[in-house]
């Protein structure tokens, strides 16, 4: 079956811009996590949704982050006015639910800002 | 923020030999699991380890947990070319499977 997938894999931008990635989950999975990986560092949480509504937003790094699952299914992370500080892979992924087990990850979007 | 931390954090062996990472975390943990990365995008799950749990198989891979002590290790047996990857550990406070993962192990297998 499909995978967790990312649009799109790579997305350049202006300093200043606004940015959306989409990330589609496998069907059926209620909970879906965005991640952000800068270089030669391992995933950092941003935020977790489990069905329409975020259940933990804490690991946004300001609000210019925001991100929406509005029918609990595909989600968008959403930033405002980038900057070259959020440079960097992000990624998502979903689980069946927030009991706990494993993840499935999608294949990342690399943001480049310049 | 950044909970797990492996050591070492690069390694390269022979192909056939065995690769021993380790991993140490701050905190109370629900479970910690190791996922696989290449060419630095999606992760791949390896195997998850509970913390009622000492020990756990998967495959040629073995993970041990010492809670008392916080921390892990993954033993990856009879290496070949392909394990070539990044090696992460990551763990899971609260039992909702947010995740906090460390900087990787990076792992080189010589044909």
């Known amino acids: 079956g499909a995978g967790v997938s990312q649009t799109p894999s790579n997305k350049v931008t202006e300093k200043g811009k606004y940015v959306e990635l989409r990330c589609d989950p496998i069907s059926g999975h209620t909970a879906l996590y965005w991640y952000r990986q800068s270089l030669g560092q391992g995933p950092e949480f941003l935020i977790y949704f489990q069905g329409t509504g975020a259940a933990d937003d804490s690991g946004l790094p300001n609000d210019r982050f925001f991100a929406v699952r509005p029918e609990g299914s595909v989600s968008t992370l959403k930033i405002q006015r980038t900057e070259r500080g959020d440079s960097a892979v992000y990624l998502c992924?979903?689980?069946?639910?927030?009991?706990?087990?494993?993840?499935?990850f999608g294949p990342g979007t690399r943001l480049t800002v310049l | 923020s950044q909970q797990g931390e492996e050591d070492p954090q690069a390694l390269s062996i022979q192909e056939g030999e065995n690769a021993t990472m380790n991993c140490s975390y701050k905190t109370s943990i629900n479970n910690l699991q190791w996922y696989r990365q290449n060419s630095g995008r999606g992760l791949v799950h390896l195997i998850l380890i509970r913390s009622n749990e000492r020990e756990k198989h998967s495959g040629r891979l073995r993970v041990t947990l010492d809670t008392s002590k916080k921390s892990s290790s993954l033993l990856i047996t009879a290496s070949r070319a392909a394990d070539t990857a990044s090696y992460f550990c990551?763990?899971?406070?609260?039992?909702?499977?947010?995740?906090?993962f460390g900087k990787g192990n990076q792992v080189v297998v010589i044909p």
């Open positions: 992924a979903s689980s069946l639910n927030l009991a706990g087990g494993e993840q499935f």
């Open positions: 990551a763990t899971d406070a609260y039992g909702n499977n947010r995740l906090a």
